[in-house]
């Protein structure tokens, strides 16, 4: 009889216990995904997997180490942490590591407020491969699609569970259903290619399979004939479909560690202004029905929304327990946990001011310059901010769209670009990173 998550993540806790751990935290995912590929009309492939993880981190004095495994027979969980101790003996001393205090846990959340998981049947193999067909059929009615790469459609569901040997213990379960089409227009060297993918956490808000793969080849009919736009200091449109990229590079250079590290081109910047006055960055974990949300983090410590960026100002790092000890600061419940590393710090859900233009208007108000949908590769100096990354959009002229581009590198400074941005008003409300279409004046394009 398979064993309950809170049951398995006790047992571990008890195991390290007697094994010698001063302190100890458990982890237990019970997971299920399914993925089915339809290619030509025809099943292609179909993925099923199930089945639990556990993993224990134990510490030893200010020395720590993790384990993990699959079996969860009660002779494994008793070596898993002989071996746990064993290797925290050997580990180097590390003064910032520990549990939280029992006060600052985690004690009430509202599970049914997040609705993280959908409460439906899981779908049979046959409906997933019925959405990829409709998906690539809608994508291949299209005149100029020459193939359909890829069609899928996929769910998933994982139990998680955390306890921690000074008295938290809380789980939470979520789910996702997915459906994406791949389309290619051309042949040979004209070839482009280029996608829609929808995620949800609920089937009801998923779009139409028939959605999906029209989505998919128009965006990829629109690449044909693409080449390669002038090189010269020119504005660019980041498109909302990539423009969550700069906040991602924001938030890594605000992670604790590389604040703890000093390798950071933000590390002097808490208190200063590092985006627009008119803009604010907002972590909300409590967001219903999206991928990001959480009740608690890794460590067992509430989460809460909170003003990363108001208006335009820093207003602190991303920590967790032991980046927050490194700087002489508290932790501000951003811990992820893995289930064979230690935790550390991640955001989940973000949102960024959204502007008061269109996309279109954005474009008609730069007028001449590169509107990016797609981006290959990323060269980011830690400690300077300085960004170059490969780019595909379409080149703009007197604010209309002129020709696709592809093959071009756009290159500027992080801190300079995100003090400059303009946001557009057409940001996707149930995406993890709400950011909308992105204005950046000055930055260097290598092209022709």
Known sequence: MTQSLDTLTAALLDAAKQAGADAADAIGVDGTSLSIDVLHGKLEQAERSEGIEIGLRVLLGQRQACVSASDTRAATISEMAARAVAMAREAPEDPDIGLADASELATTWDLDALELADPSDEPDPATLEEDARRAEAAALSHDGISQVQSASAGYGRRRIHLATSNGFSGGYARTDRAISCVTITGSGTDMERDYCGEVRVFQSDLPDPETVGRIAAERTLARAGARKPKTGAYPVVFDERVSSSLMGHLLVAINGQAIARGSSWLRDAMGEQVLPSTLSLIENPHRPRTSGSRPFDGEGLPTQQRAIVKDGILTGWVLDLASARKLDMRSTGNAARGLSSPPSPSVGNISLTQGVKTRDELLAEMGTGLLVTSMI???????????????????????????PVNECTIAGNLRDMLRSIEPANDARAHLSRVVPSLLVEGLTLAGE
């Open 377 to 403: 590769g990323s060269s980011i100096n830690a400690n300077t901010g300085d960004y170059s990354r490969g780019a595909a959009g379409f080149w703009v002229e007197n604010g209309e769209l002129a020709y």
